[in-house]
């Protein structure tokens, strides 16, 4: 990665952090990720095509669960470009409170193949055990993607498999598979 593609970090853990601007940043990326066949589809989300109209919403609501305890919003940019985002989430209930769970990690289309994803990734995992007191995360991939290599690559390492549990088309199941990183 050249100095000047290295990704700048910000993230939001309150609602009113997130501007009109990046809300409309943050769509636009979603909507690009699954409409160029990323893996990134929420369950309030028709498969695509998606717009902006749909998705919006469904940011809305992301959004509004912000909370510096339970739900950060991790955003890279390169160039005051947005570049890539996820969310990481905890439930304070003392006995799951030690484990996070990583969402909607994606990359803008633009700037795929230049580590952002990578980068994201170690930044999440800072972000977890320094500021919001985590020790363990979890993260749901779709198998046929090379998902499972890449965070593997990262320290992730797989721990249960749904077969068959996601339909991406009729015809075309795939595995869930969920990954697990100690910190």
Do not use: K
């Not at 929420?42 to 998606?50: K, R, T, Y």
């Amino acid at each position: 990665m050249r100095t000047e593609d290295t990704p700048g970090f910000a993230q939001a853990s309150r609602p009113w952090e997130v501007t009109a601007e990046l809300r409309g940043q943050l769509v636009d990326c979603w909507v690009r990720v699954i409409n160029s066949g990323g893996a990134v589809i929420h369950g309030e989300l028709p498969m695509p095509p998606v717009s902006t109209a749909q998705a919006d919403p469904v940011m809305g609501r992301l959004i509004d669960g912000l909370d510096p305890h339970r739900a950060r919003l991790l955003v890279a940019t390169v160039r005051g470009s947005l570049a890539g985002w996820l969310i990481l989430r905890r439930d304070p209930h003392p006995l799951v409170a030690h484990c996070g769970v990583v969402n909607h990690v994606m990359t803008h289309p633009g700037f795929r193949g230049r580590g952002i994803g990578t980068a994201l990734m170690h930044h999440v995992r800072e972000l977890a055990r320094q500021e919001m007191g985590v020790e363990q995360m979890h993260i749901a991939v779709r198998a046929g993607l090379g998902l499972e290599e890449f965070y593997g690559r990262l320290g992730w390492r797989e721990i249960g498999r749904w077969p068959g549990g996601l339909r991406v088309a009729p015809g075309d199941d795939r595995d869930e598979i969920l990954m697990h990183l100690t910190l």
